[in-house]
């Protein structure tokens, strides 16, 4: 496991990507909320539950950790601007350097994503029971993913299912466009062992090309996927110590 400490900060086309255990009993929220901007301890403060709260604070400390150390800046100083549809970004003068970053959660745990100079996007599902899923499936995916989902046996769906929804989840937040995207305009694999990819865009057959989807393996209770723009050298990933912070 590492820290920011002991990573090398990443070059043009490497991709640093940190999985955070947002259960952190350790962590006193007070003292990780010391990290966050005025607005951020404001809408810590606004969740209904302790444990949100917490998950909040810890994943935005580091979030600001890492971005700080990539910068050379402390996490305090760093400050974000957010896109038409909602997507986070770095603002003035921390976006000089072209450093990209997404997070995503779900439950317990965190996933953090930095790069340089390549749109990137990351989702993570908790394993769960899915009752609605053929509903949800003709709601979010293009004909071409539903297809595939009725093919691949009842047992496995649930995960394909979640294969599917990250892969497109971490494309459209990459893009910046959020869940105004339209979703059945473009595909992604999701049958169990297939490869990974962007397979078809509808509005732009040259789209695949463009990008790079990985499955991510932060624990066996989650699924998780990351998109990035053109090809990186490499991905690494590293957990997040507890007591890193």
């Known amino acids: 496991m590492n820290t920011i ?12 990507i940190w999985f955070v255990r ?11 909320s010391r990290l966050l901007s005025h607005d ?30 990539r910068l050379g800046a402390s996490p305090e100083e760093i400050s974000f601007a957010y896109g038409p549809y909602g997507k986070p970004e770095l603002a003035m003068p921390f976006n000089a350097r072209g450093v990209a970053f997404n997070v995503s959660h779900s439950a317990d745990l965190g996933v953090v994503a930095v790069t340089a100079r390549h749109r990137v996007g990351v989702d993570v599902e908790r394993v769960r029971p899915l009752p609605d899923l053929e509903a949800m499936s003709e709601l979010l995916f293009s004909p071409r993913e539903q297809g595939t ?11 394909a299912f ?20 339209p979703l059945a305009r473009f595909s992604v694999s ?11 865009c509808e509005d732009d057959p040259s789209e695949p090309e463009r990008w790079t989807l990985e499955a991510l393996d932060p624990d066996p209770d989650y699924v998780a996927a990351i998109a990035v723009e053109g090809r990186p050298r490499r991905m690494v990933c590293h957990t997040w110590r507890e007591n890193a912070l």
């Open 5 to 16: 400490a002991d990573v090398t900060a990443p070059d043009d086309n490497e991709v640093t």
């Open 22 to 32: 947002l259960d952190q009993r350790t962590q006193p929220v007070e003292r990780l």
């Open 40 to 69: 951020e301890q404001d809408r810590a403060r606004r969740f209904r539950f302790r444990h949100d709260a917490i998950r909040f604070v810890t994943l935005r400390a580091v979030l600001r950790t890492v971005l700080g150390e």
């Open 149 to 159: 989902l009725r093919a691949i046996p009842s047992i496995l769906r649930p995960r």
């Open 162 to 181: 979640l294969n599917c929804w990250t892969r497109k989840e971490a494309y459209i937040k990459a893009i910046g466009t959020g869940c105004s995207h």
């Open 190 to 200: 999701l049958a169990p062992g297939a490869p990974v990819r962007l397979e078809e």
